[in-house]
Each structure stands twice: as structure tokens, then as C-alpha cells.
């Protein structure tokens, strides 16, 4: 147990969150009718939990991941959660069992998650990734780090998950406004000329493929290929953000 969630989750330099105000809106209590006659459209909100909480409910979903229950003299297990991590290197030991190590959060009492079930879960060396699945067009990927909660919302396109936007939050909140995008429109810009000098630009990396590159089809998929294979949350953000951008 050599490291906690201060060591894991490293200060960084976080794209700008998508902000929505809605300190103009007079919204009312129910979905009732403006002096237009039309009806008022209700937001969609979800709530916000610990995530020791969150994990004790939902730890039983994920094959990669248990909790250690732990009985130590002046720890809260609530406090300072501690997993058991598949490493992912393919090694057994004598029982079959894969291989794991041992991460420890702490204040996971604090930190917050969504208050929904999740399909997946991944610990990185610097925080944690938990995807959503919110209905059947819309699922959300969020990013565990030091200062708290990065949700990257995401259409369900042919069963790849395409970020439209970003959002952060705090510790402080108790509940998150879901950011909705018309997934025809994205449809419809993946159908077209990708601009690779602008890809090249904001992702160096794609220099050696971008010939291959002609519709902006073919450069998502290449940018969600690259990103399956990355455990790092600094660039899991960075490749959303891009892919967001080149949508826009």
C-alpha cells in the first residue's frame, strides 16, 4: 500500500470546463406554461454521492476491481478507501487469480460521484474513470481527481461513445445538470472532410496516419483507438477536448 490519493492524483492542467448559466432563467417548481403558451422544458438533473458509498453499492459490477475490507486502528474504512486493481498484465498467481495492486483513496467520503449505476470502472495512476450509461443515446464518462469530478458527456453513436461536452464538479455540489446534444447533427458532421492540418495541430500524434484520414469519421475513430489504449487522465481529457472541438 505505497501510495494514497494525494500521491495518485497529481495537480493538473485541466481543460476549461463547458459552463452553463442559468441565473437569468426564471424557472419554475413544475414544467408549467410561459406567457407564450409553450411549455417550459424541464431540466435534467442527476445527483451527486461519496464515492465510498458509491463503490460499496457498485463494487460487485466490475470483474477489475474489489474493495479490501480492512480492519485498521484509527482508519475509516469510509475515509480511505482501498481497492485491489487487476493490473492488466495477463499474470497469475498459483490460485489463477490475476494479478493486483493495491490503491488507496483517501477522503473518499468526500469525493464525489454520480449517483447512478455504472457499466465500467478503470484506476489509473492518477485518478479513476467510471462510465455511465444514462439512457440509450447519452452516456457519461467521469474523471476521479484530486479537486473532484470531471464528466465528459457523450453521444451513443454505431457503439462508440462521441464527447460533445465537458463539465466539472466540486465537491460542494449535490447535483449535476445533464448537457444534451442532437445526435443527427453529430451524425452529420462525422460525415464530413476531415481537416487534418487542424487535427495535426491539436494532436501531433496523428501525423503518421493522417494521409488515411479523409472524413471526420476516420479521424474520431482513430483518436477513440488511440485513447483505449492510454491510462492517463491528462490525455484521456486532451483527446475528448479534441474530438469535441473538431465536432463543434
Not at 55 to 74: P, S
Not at 116 to 135: C, D, H, R, W
Amino acid at each position: 500500500m505505497n501510495e494514497n490519493l494525494s500521491e495518485m492524483v497529481k495537480d493538473q492542467t485541466e481543460p476549461a470546463p463547458v459552463v452553463f448559466s442559468e441565473t437569468d432563467l426564471d424557472l419554475p417548481d413544475n414544467a408549467e406554461e410561459e406567457e407564450t403558451g409553450a411549455p417550459v422544458e424541464e431540466r435534467l438533473l442527476i445527483g451527486i454521492t461519496p464515492f465510498s458509498a458509491w463503490f460499496e453499492a457498485n463494487a460487485t459490477q466490475f470483474t477489475n476491481i474489489n474493495r479490501v475490507q480492512v480492519a485498521i486502528r484509527g482508519v475509516n474504512p469510509d475515509e480511505t478507501l482501498i481497492m485491489a486493481v487487476n493490473d492488466g498484465s495477463g499474470e497469475e498467481d498459483e490460485e489463477g487469480n490475476p494479478k493486483r495492486n493495491l490503491r488507496v483513496f483517501e477522503n473518499a467520503d468526500t469525493h464525489p460521484v454520480l449517483d447512478l449505476p455504472a457499466s465500467e470502472m478503470q484506476v489509473y495512476n492518477n485518478g479513476f474513470k467510471i462510465l455511465y450509461p444514462y439512457n440509450d443515446g447519452i452516456s457519461i464518462k467521469c474523471y476521479g481527481v484530486r479537486t473532484g469530478l470531471i464528466a465528459v458527456f457523450c453521444n451513443n453513436i454505431n457503439g462508440s461513445l462521441i464527447p460533445y461536452a465537458v463539465t466539472r464538479i466540486k465537491r460542494k455540489d449535490d447535483e449535476i445538470e445533464v448537457v444534451t446534444r442532437d445526435s443527427a447533427e453529430v451524425v452529420e458532421k462525422l460525415g464530413g472532410t476531415l481537416d487534418g492540418e487542424t487535427l495535426q495541430l491539436r494532436y501531433k500524434q496523428v501525423a503518421k496516419a493522417i494521409d488515411e484520414l479523409t472524413t471526420n469519421q476516420d479521424g474520431i475513430n482513430w483518436l477513440l483507438e488511440r485513447q483505449a489504449e492510454i491510462k492517463d487522465i491528462n490525455h484521456h481529457l486532451q483527446i475528448d477536448n479534441i474530438i469535441i472541438d473538431t465536432l463543434a
